[in-house]
């Protein structure tokens, strides 16, 4: 047999890390569940757990957590997604937050998270007996996340306790829990930011087109340049948003993220930016800034 | 590096940036050798720190830096609140970075002895350590470890960075000094590829650019030889086709595939394979991936496999080549890492992962832990957090491995607390013990007990073990030559005539003693398989190797047989004048006198020879083997 090398490159070895570590969830949990985001990064684990199955369907629904407060873009692009994809597509909306009436404007962004995200995505897991959920998170984002495992392990009360990881080995994966235990599974943890958006380029993924600049009606909030979704957002007296060019690097809920001016408007134009860019992702997330190590606290009490 | 401010450049790197390699490295040190500063620098300098977390460290260094008004780097990395409280790395984690060759994932792992485990944990995906070293301190015990801990998880590139150099005003001489001081260690240790950098993190002198304050070193920079040191990735697709499956793809009744992650070999359309543990052989009809079928598939690829028929296979099955298959044991000698709180405790059963095999196991009480800082080995009942040590597992079903030292995936394995199902150790295959159920063994028709009936007699193994000159093998002579008279079919194994032909190759080196053992081990266990009375007359000074051999045996066929004599006697008969060498230093690692001879704790035979005579100890092994036949 003639041997020729190949040489993978560092987005091969990648996409194959992260469908190995879905195959292992597959393989090794009860009731396993994807999380969707809607963003960027659920994207590409979606698309991978495509790869990984085919010419299966992935064997798992996806869960997404909903506010009620994501751009109307994202639900447009979810509902078509679920559709094309051909996975069953959970959502939950929080009844308790719901009722409440929970929402950014009155409510600030710590209590709107915690309720609508936090307390809605442990309501869901254990509504549906979900052992394994799929989060697309990655170590590049923050400076807890670099410590956390690709099998992050949730006690019965869902709390992360960063003392007590298991080890991971080479490519092995502990997946054995006691009963009303979960695993939290992060297939994207060896990626970065570029990594990702070069990957959706390079496989041409579908994203929402907000990820995209075009002109949008905004208004400035403490620092935050706003997008103006739809008329829930209170406008204070004599104010009228402004069209201007702007795109985003993450989406969540349209009150809580910030958007930036930008002339790319195609994905290469994009990955160009980014590597000029000289700040970081979350920067345009209002809910990381809450308090000094919010994020360690937050994942702490069972926030993704 | 990235982050260049020209548009050019930038177009250039998004051009090569899809095509970039990978590379994973771990940094160790001790706490104050400045690792963190230096991985701070790397992020830096690679223009990895944005804006507003340059702001972020900007305040954070004023408010509880170590730096005064300098950037303290170190707080960049140092990620969860309890380590920026006690100012020290608990945990791995893991960094970024790239340039316009490759992308860089970084294990930054703390350097305490009692996070041993982290450290391990970091470098098992490692292809290159960083080892640092405090050009003030030169090399301590701490850097002994690192480097001993990053060559048994088998990490072949090794970069020793002498950092702080600008505590030392960039003094060559000094330098030197640390340098061969480690290269001296690390070549008993066996590593090869030893690199050195002077460097200080603080100044990034020799990180990402050529210091001017040393203009003495021409070498490389750290960045530079990141870049370019040949790391070979494809090593593992030059050896045979290895793919665990991890899982079974059915969406249909007309389709039925096998998804794993190729860790060896190539694999092709029309190829034929072999799956184990059964043995059964099947064609490759294709590779399915959800972009388009591969013409090929290599070592570190996730693909789908379909066979030609239908072939019984499933998780934990391994897909081989058909024409060298891997090993299959239910007992290995194995090197433990001790991860948990919770000791070892011999006999107990755990959960044993290796690959997607998971099986149950025990582990046998250890033959000797490692001294991490002396590499001395000791005497061990157990395993603590942090201890590593090599012991004896037992599992209950057949396992698919290959040694460590080939293949990390199939011979690396975890072991499973059964009632915490926390990870509480990393082993790693040195050997199969008895391969019990070896597939692709020849089917022999006539059995070992046919062959030992025909001679009417108990195969068994005497083992004849004690100091040099302490009358082994006149007494194994005189035993052979009476059971020869009582029309047994025996065989004497002689230490001396062994070197001058299988065992030619091995030295006195302990490791070179192990070998020769196991190999006689191996020899007599073929011997006992064709029914024959085995005689060996070796020192055999370590429990551990003579257990090795017990444990290769049938049960109550090995026995040991501990010649008891004292050193003073024994060199006082020196009959070949061996002692004599030995005490003017001209032979080395002579056993009792510069190596150490364990005494047998329960030998079945034990004979004093200051009580007995050659002849009445022959005359006691033969009633004692055949009063127990």
């Known amino acids: 047999m003639a041997l020729e090398k190949i040489t993978l490159t560092h987005l091969q070895r990648l996409e194959a890390e992260a469908i190995h570590i879905m195959r292992e969830v597959v393989a090794e949990a009860d009731k396993a569940v994807m999380l969707y985001s809607i963003g960027k990064d659920s994207a590409v684990m979606l698309h991978l757990a495509r790869k990984a199955f085919y010419p299966s369907v992935p064997p798992f629904p996806l869960l997404h957590i909903d506010t009620t407060w994501k751009f109307r873009a994202m639900y447009e692009f979810r509902d078509q997604m679920a559709r094309e994809c051909g996975m069953h597509l959970i959502v939950y909306q929080n009844p308790e937050a719901k009722r409440r009436g929970i929402n950014p404007f009155e409510h600030g962004s710590a209590l709107h998270t915690e309720l609508w995200k936090t307390e809605g995505l442990k309501q869901a897991l254990v509504q549906h007996g979900f052992d394994v959920a799929f989060g697309g998170a990655r170590r590049d984002e923050e400076k807890s996340r670099a410590k956390e495992r690709v099998f992050s392990f949730r006690s019965a009360s869902q709390r992360w306790d960063p003392k007590q990881q298991r080890p991971e080995l080479w490519h092995l994966f502990n997946a054995k829990k006691a009963k009303g235990e979960s695993i939290r599974v992060f297939p994207l943890s060896n990626w970065t930011e570029l990594d990702i958006w070069q990957y959706i380029h390079a496989e041409n993924i579908p994203i929402v087109s907000l990820y995209l600049s075009a002109p949008r009606p905004t208004v400035v909030r403490d620092g935050l340049l706003l997008m103006v979704d739809d008329d829930r957002f209170p406008l204070h007296l004599g104010e009228v948003p402004t069209s201007r060019s702007i795109r985003f690097r993450t989406l969540g809920c349209y009150p809580l993220t910030g958007a930036f001016e930008s002339m790319a408007a195609t994905l290469p134009e994009v990955i160009r930016e980014m590597l000029v860019t000289r700040t970081s992702e979350r920067h345009g997330r209002a809910i990381d800034h809450d308090q000094s190590a919010s994020m360690e606290r937050k994942k702490q009490e069972g926030y993704f | ?629």
């Open chain 2, 1 to 629: 590096m990235l982050g260049g401010d020209t548009r050019e450049k930038v177009h250039e790197s998004f051009a090569q940036d899809p095509h970039k390699t990978l590379l994973r490295f771990i940094t160790c040190g001790s706490v104050d050798d400045g690792k963190s500063t230096l991985i701070g620098r790397l992020l830096y300098d690679s223009k990895m720190i944005l804006e507003d977390q340059l702001a972020e460290l900007e305040a954070d260094s004023k408010r509880i830096g170590t730096q005064g008004e300098n950037i303290d780097f170190a707080l960049l990395v140092d990620g969860l609140a309890a380590e920026r409280e006690q100012g020290i790395t608990i945990d791995v984690a893991y960094r970024f970075f790239s340039t316009e060759r490759r992308k860089f994932i970084v294990a930054d792992t703390p350097g305490h002895e009692q996070y041993t485990r982290n450290m391990v944990t970091g470098a098992s995906t490692a292809d290159l350590a960083v080892i640092l070293i405090d050009a003030r301190k030169g090399v301590l015990i701490q850097t002994r470890r690192h480097a001993y801990l990053a060559h048994l998880i088998g990490i072949r590139n090794v970069v020793l960075a002498v950092n702080k150099m600008d505590l030392i005003g960039y003094d060559q001489a000094k330098c030197q000094a640390i340098v061969v001081e480690f290269t001296a260690f690390a070549n008993s240790i066996g590593i090869k590829d030893l690199v050195v950098i002077p460097m200080s993190g603080l100044g990034g002198d020799n990180i990402a650019r050529h210091s001017d304050k040393m203009p003495w070193y021409t070498g490389k920079t750290l960045v530079e030889h990141l870049d370019s040191v040949a790391i070979d990735v494809n090593v593992d697709q030059l050896q045979p086709l290895r793919m665990p499956v991890q899982w079974v793809n059915r969406p249909n009744l007309d389709f039925r595939g096998f998804s794993g992650l190729i860790c060896a070999g190539v694999v092709k359309p029309g190829d034929t394979i072999r799956v184990l543990p059964s043995g059964k052989t099947s064609t490759v009809s294709r590779i399915v991936t959800f972009d388009a079928e591969l013409s090929q598939a290599v070592a570190g690829q996730s693909v789908t496999l379909t066979f030609s028929d239908e072939v019984d296979c499933s998780r934990g099955d391994v897909i081989v080549a058909a024409d060298s298959p891997p090993q299959v044991a239910d007992q290995f000698e194995s090197t433990l890492v001790w991860l948990s709180e919770e000791p070892l405790l011999p006999g107990r059963p755990y959960w044993l992962k290796l690959a997607t095999q998971t099986v149950g196991a025990s582990v046998h009480a250890p033959k000797y832990q490692v001294n991490v800082n002396t590499l001395d080995q000791l005497a061990a009942k157990t395993l603590e957090l942090n201890a590593i040590g090599v012991a004896n597992i037992v599992t209950d079903r057949p396992v698919v491995f290959e040694p460590y030292a080939i293949n990390r995936d199939l011979g690396g394995f975890i072991l499973i607390d059964k009632i915490s199902n926390a990870t509480v150790a990393a082993g790693m295959i040195n050997f199969a013990l008895r391969r019990s159920q070896n597939i692709h063994w020849q089917a022999i028709e006539v059995s070992r007990e046919g062959r030992a009936a025909l001679k009417h007699q108990r195969p068994s193994v005497l083992w004849f073990t004690g100091l040099s000159g302490a009358g082994k093998s006149t007494i194994a002579n005189l035993v052979e030559k009476k059971l020869h008279r009582m029309n047994r079919h025996t065989f004497m194994l002689d230490g001396d005539n062994l070197r001058h032909g299988l065992n030619k190759d091995l030295g006195f080196t302990d490791a070179d003693r192990v070998e020769n053992i196991r190999r006689v081990g191996e020899v007599a266990k073929l011997m006992t398989d064709a029914g024959i009375i085995v005689i060996t007359a070796f020192i055999s000074p370590f429990r551990a190797e003579r257990q090795m051999v017990r444990d290769m045996m049938a049960p109550g066929e090995f026995i040991e047989i501990f010649v008891d004599t004292r050193l003073s006697v024994a060199e006082q008969r020196d009959v070949k004048g061996l002692y004599k060498k030995a005490r003017a230093g001209k032979l080395a690692n002579f056993t009792g006198i510069d190596s150490p001879y364990e005494a047998p704790i329960a030998a079945e035979i034990r004979i004093d020879t200051s009580g007995m005579t050659p002849e009445q100890a022959a005359t006691l092994v033969v009633d004692e083997l055949l009063g127990g036949s």
